[in-house]
């Protein structure tokens, strides 16, 4: 009997000429992979590095360009400075409430497939706030954005990590991460450009042709993957009870102006939420959240940290973005342009700093990055009526700049080295929820706090006296977070986990990493 012939294409190469259906098929070793082998150098690891920098370029530019863009949304649209709150934080609040789940969904139904859902559901949202006619309905699409950054967010990276190979796997990590980084560094002077060319309107409309690109390429080109075996539940319960918390105390911030009894009761809703959740999260088989990985206490110390640093970061680039333009009298673009030194720092140093921290330790930079933070919003105070960005701004800026390279980075990678490996993507998670929800509620508070009334933003003379009662605060959180981390934080075990993700290239937007590790 003849022998049969053996075929000599690797393994490899069978899976990149596999068929779009084989592929797809739920029945196929793809489903649940015992070893990723996606090569960067193959044509199907390049679509699914640009598919998935595509996807989350999209989430991480509306992150940074509308912050841009609020005071001609405030003018357009006749909105007060709570109107502009909500514009932010109703993104956020869907976003921080969903994430996790997202991350869940991914892992049972299909990540590509849930990707693929997110990408749409956030460009018909953009659609909606291209055309929103009032603050209201704006404020509901960005809400709905915030969903389908909670479907792509999470998607886009484990994507990447459940496709390639054990030995590309990093590098992919770190390009993606790169590339999403230029993006959202250049996501200030785009929405810029656009607020003062064609109109704030096409900062949300410009998610539209990204995803008409990204969703055909995903279906096309990118393998289907999925692990129900680490998800037996959703805890639905769970990420509703964290979402109305997060909604209900962000109400009565923002409202507290008023005083109203419905401020109050919003006020009570929301901690009860919180309460009920924590309760929910203990007595469940399989939470969203398990509370035992809180038993760590570095976990808890940097999870701490996070919650000063990333509250200081959103409450100053929400405020500096308005005092640049209604107080200095820069334009849209020039005031997108002036935060561009931050994220520069963060693309050209991130890394380093990470490789310094696993020598020296993490406690040093996460004690010294927020004082240097607080030092950089302090120097803010010199920025008022007709501030030169050379004397005034930069320095600021660079300053600050030089504070987030010192610290984001070992952040993250303290975060993973304080639990078990298996749980690195739960850590990171959790993390990522900590410091969007830090955000959510410093955009909230911080200008209920600095005095600043709903029409502030109008007036130069009002926003720059609220602007400078606010950089303190900011500074006073951040010099918090570094007596934290002193106090707390110690050098993890030689043998811990080092995240594939060690660059950052945007501070709002922590990378995640699922557990899946060669």
């Given at each position: 009997m003849a022998a049969t012939p053996q075929d000599p294409r690797s393994p490899q190469e069978k899976q990149d000429l596999q068929s779009p259906q084989e592929k797809q098929d739920p029945r196929s070793p793809q489903e649940e992979p015992a070893e990723p082998g996606v090569r960067i150098s193959s044509p199907t690891g390049k679509w699914i590095l640009l598919t998935t920098v595509l996807g989350s370029s999209m989430a991480m530019l509306d992150s940074t360009v509308v912050n841009v863009a609020l005071p001609r949304i405030g003018r357009d649209l006749n909105a007060d400075l709570a109107a502009l709150q909500w514009t932010v934080n109703a993104y956020t609040l869907t976003l921080a409430g969903l994430i996790l789940l997202g991350g869940s969904l991914g892992d049972r139904f299909g990540r590509r497939k849930v990707f693929v859902i997110g990408v749409v559901w956030f460009a018909v949202a953009s659609l909606l706030c291209g055309i929103a006619p009032s603050g209201?309905?704006?404020?509901?699409?960005?809400?709905?954005?915030?969903?389908?950054?909670?479907?792509?967010?999470?998607?886009?990276?484990?994507?990447?990590?459940?496709?390639?190979?054990?030995?590309?796997?990093?590098?992919?990590?770190?390009?993606?991460?790169?590339?999403?980084?230029?993006?959202?560094?250049?996501?200030?002077?785009?929405?810029?450009?656009?607020?003062?060319?064609?109109g704030w309107r096409w900062v949300f409309l410009l998610n539209i042709p990204v995803a008409l690109l990204c969703a055909p390429i995903a279906l096309?080109?990118?393998?289907?993957?999925?692990?129900?075996?680490?998800?037996?539940?959703?805890?639905?319960?769970?990420?509703?009870?964290?979402?109305?918390?997060?909604?209900?105390?962000?109400?009565?911030?923002?409202?507290?102006?008023?005083?109203?009894?419905?401020?109050?009761?919003?006020?009570?809703?929301?901690?009860?939420?919180?309460?009920?959740?924590?309760?929910?999260?203990?007595?469940?088989?399989?939470?969203?959240?398990p509370l035992d990985i809180f038993a760590s206490r570095q976990f808890t110390a940097v999870n701490a940290v996070t919650l000063c640093v990333y509250a200081a970061f959103s409450g100053f680039f929400f405020l500096a973005a308005l005092q640049l333009q209604v107080v200095a009298g820069y334009s849209a673009l020039a005031a997108g342009t002036a935060l561009l030194p931050t994220t520069a720092l963060m693309l050209l140093f991130s890394a380093r700093s990470g490789e310094l921290a696993q020598r020296i330790g993490p406690r040093i930079p996460l004690t010294v990055g927020p004082l240097l933070c607080a030092a950089g919003m302090l120097l803010m105070l010199r920025v008022g009526e007709d501030a030169s960005y050379v004397a005034d701004v930069l320095p600021a800026l660079l300053v600050l700049g030089l504070g987030m390279v010192t610290l984001v980075a070992p952040l993250t990678a303290t975060v993973l080295a304080s639990v078990d490996t298996g749980r690195a993507g739960l850590a990171s998670g959790i993390n990522n929820a900590a410091a969007r929800a830090a955000g959510l509620i410093a955009v909230a508070a911080l200008p209920l706090l600095a005095g600043m009334g709903a029409e502030a933003y109008r007036s130069a003379d009002a926003f720059d006296s609220a602007f400078r009662r606010a950089m303190p605060l900011c500074a006073g959180v951040l010099v918090l977070g570094a007596v934290v981390a002193f106090a707390t934080v110690r050098r993890p075990a030689p043998d811990c986990r080092r995240p594939e993700c060690r660059t950052h290239g945007w501070v709002t937007a922590p990378p995640l990493e699922t557990g899946k590790r060669a």
């Amino acid at each position: 009997m003849a022998a049969t012939p053996q075929d000599p294409r690797s393994p490899q190469e069978k899976q990149d000429l596999q068929s779009p259906q084989e592929k797809q098929d739920p029945r196929s070793p793809q489903e649940e992979p015992a070893e990723p082998g996606v090569r960067i150098s193959s044509p199907t690891g390049k679509w699914i590095l640009l598919t998935t920098v595509l996807g989350s370029s999209m989430a991480m530019l509306d992150s940074t360009v509308v912050n841009v863009a609020l005071p001609r949304i405030g003018r357009d649209l006749n909105a007060d400075l709570a109107a502009l709150q909500w514009t932010v934080n109703a993104y956020t609040l869907t976003l921080a409430g969903l994430i996790l789940l997202g991350g869940s969904l991914g892992d049972r139904f299909g990540r590509r497939k849930v990707f693929v859902i997110g990408v749409v559901w956030f460009a018909v949202a953009s659609l909606l706030c291209g055309i929103a006619p009032s603050g209201g309905v704006l404020i509901a699409a960005r809400a709905l954005q915030g969903v389908g950054g909670a479907l792509l967010t999470p998607g886009s990276l484990a994507l990447i990590q459940a496709s390639f190979h054990p030995d590309d796997r990093a590098r992919a990590v770190g390009l993606w991460s790169g590339f999403g980084g230029v993006g959202a560094a250049i996501g200030p002077f785009v929405g810029g450009w656009l607020v003062d060319g064609p109109g704030w309107r096409w900062v949300f409309l410009l998610n539209i042709p990204v995803a008409l690109l990204c969703a055909p390429i995903a279906l096309r080109h990118v393998p289907e993957s999925k692990d129900s075996r680490t998800h037996r539940g959703f805890d639905v319960l769970g990420a509703t009870l964290g979402a109305l918390s997060l909604a209900f105390v962000t109400y009565a911030l923002i409202e507290a102006r008023s005083g109203s009894v419905l401020v109050w009761v919003t006020a009570v809703a929301g901690v009860a939420a919180g309460v009920a959740f924590v309760y929910v999260e203990r007595g469940r088989s399989d939470p969203m959240m398990p509370l035992d990985i809180f038993a760590s206490r570095q976990f808890t110390a940097v999870n701490a940290v996070t919650l000063c640093v990333y509250a200081a970061f959103s409450g100053f680039f929400f405020l500096a973005a308005l005092q640049l333009q209604v107080v200095a009298g820069y334009s849209a673009l020039a005031a997108g342009t002036a935060l561009l030194p931050t994220t520069a720092l963060m693309l050209l140093f991130s890394a380093r700093s990470g490789e310094l921290a696993q020598r020296i330790g993490p406690r040093i930079p996460l004690t010294v990055g927020p004082l240097l933070c607080a030092a950089g919003m302090l120097l803010m105070l010199r920025v008022g009526e007709d501030a030169s960005y050379v004397a005034d701004v930069l320095p600021a800026l660079l300053v600050l700049g030089l504070g987030m390279v010192t610290l984001v980075a070992p952040l993250t990678a303290t975060v993973l080295a304080s639990v078990d490996t298996g749980r690195a993507g739960l850590a990171s998670g959790i993390n990522n929820a900590a410091a969007r929800a830090a955000g959510l509620i410093a955009v909230a508070a911080l200008p209920l706090l600095a005095g600043m009334g709903a029409e502030a933003y109008r007036s130069a003379d009002a926003f720059d006296s609220a602007f400078r009662r606010a950089m303190p605060l900011c500074a006073g959180v951040l010099v918090l977070g570094a007596v934290v981390a002193f106090a707390t934080v110690r050098r993890p075990a030689p043998d811990c986990r080092r995240p594939e993700c060690r660059t950052h290239g945007w501070v709002t937007a922590p990378p995640l990493e699922t557990g899946k590790r060669a």
